[in-house]
């Protein structure tokens, strides 16, 4: 009697893959993504997708000040990434980086407009990282308490105490507006650049790049080697087993999100005094959520993430010349940024799971 037909295709996770098979799949999968969006490209707009592509390319890198735009971008969202990473590790879902970034940003600002002509830049700009890492972390440790300590839902709390930034920042705005009446910062010190991060070794966003790529390496050898990151990993598998091990719970929920606040308040100094040169409730910019994906997309491996930041930078700044070139709507360019987020969103499914089709002999001798 036939026990019911079994599925054609079963899936099996995999132990392991090797990394080159791995990066292979993900290769496979941008060249599909790639040839399904020239599909849609000549369906919706008629237009010749290799030049398309090219108007994404010199969108992105096409002049010295676009490529040099795309890195800077590049630097912010990875070094907010590279900041929420801890926490995500440890299964903690901070969705609060927006407000983080807006607290850090809102206190180099005030530092700007009250310091940034008075203190010496060698006192000035340390004190300014510092104080914005230190807001920030003050910022990510209240919702990292309640959870410690009553089990809230960290999620909410997080997303509302993004709200509660956004205010905060309106509220300095009030004091700080300039011109009165346009309901809006300015350029803080435009004419003293008192607080804006200066060139290094010629380049104009040298110290972004210094300071990003050290949070990055030091963010990877303490995740990777360090006793703290085996307790986050730990934590992260289990709870009961962290504390089974004499892991105190409470402790690193604290310790991994004064550090995920910090670095996110390090993104927010950049920002303003590293590229925007102000403040206002825009300033993270939705990058905060953003680096979600990238954070989840390198499977937490802040190298990986270089390349995962880049891409997506690439993307959004293409988008925006394509939109312009070819005289489109941007949700046009979006769509293709958005089918090429699937298919490498997809390909995990395939490098974490083996699919095998089973034939009809196998199929028919089992029934």
């Known amino acids: 009697m036939s026990k019911g037909k079994e599925p054609v295709f079963q899936m099996t996770k995999r132990d392991a893959i090797e990394p080159w098979k791995a990066w292979m799949i993900r290769l496979i999968a941008v060249a599909l993504s790639l040839v399904v969006c020239a599909g849609v490209i000549i369906a919706l707009t008629g237009l010749n997708p290799v030049e398309v592509y090219k108007g994404i390319f010199d969108g992105a890198v096409g002049t010295k000040r676009r490529a040099w735009m795309t890195i800077r ?15 995500f590790k440890m299964r903690f879902w901070n969705i609060g980086a927006e407000g983080q970034i ?22 000035l700009f340390p004190l300014m990282l510092a104080g914005s890492a230190l807001a920030a972390l003050v910022w990510a440790i209240i919702p990292a308490f309640f959870k410690a300590y009553w089990n809230t839902n960290e999620t909410l709390f997080t997303l509302m105490m993004n709200y509660v930034a956004m205010q905060v920042v309106t509220f300095g705005i009030i004091f700080w507006e300039n011109p009165k009446g346009s309901n809006s910062v300015g350029t803080i010190n435009s004419a003293t650049k008192g607080g804006w991060l200066p060139k290094l070794f010629g380049l104009e966003y040298g110290w972004n790049l210094v300071i990003v790529l050290a949070l990055t390496i030091a963010m990877f050898v303490y995740l990777r080697y360090s006793k703290q990151g085996y307790e986050i990993a730990v934590v992260g598998e289990s709870g009961n087993t962290a504390r089974y091990a004499g892991i105190n719970v409470k402790k690193v929920i604290l310790r991994t999100m004064a550090i995920s606040g910090a670095v996110c308040g390090i993104a927010g100094f950049i920002i303003v005094s590293g590229a925007s040169h102000t403040i206002s409730t825009s300033t993270a910019g939705g990058r905060g959520f953003t680096a979600i994906i990238v954070s989840w997309m390198s499977k937490f491996n802040t190298f990986a993430m270089i390349l995962v930041s880049f891409f997506l930078v690439f993307m959004q700044k293409g988008a925006g010349q394509i939109a312009s070139q070819f005289n489109l709507n941007e949700n046009a360019a979006d769509v293709i940024t958005g089918i090429i987020l699937f298919f490498i969103l997809g390909c995990e499914f395939f490098i974490d799971y083996k699919v095998r089709i089973r034939s009809a002999k196998q199929a028919g001798s089992e029934e």
Request: glycine share 10%; charged share 5%; aromatic share 2%.
């Open 102 to 123: 807006l607290i850090g940003g809102v206190t180099s600002a005030a530092m700007m407009i009250y310091l940034g002509n008075t203190l010496p830049p060698v006192i």
């Open 73 to 87: 971008d590049t630097l912010v969202l990875l070094c907010i990434a590279v900041g929420i990473t801890p926490a």
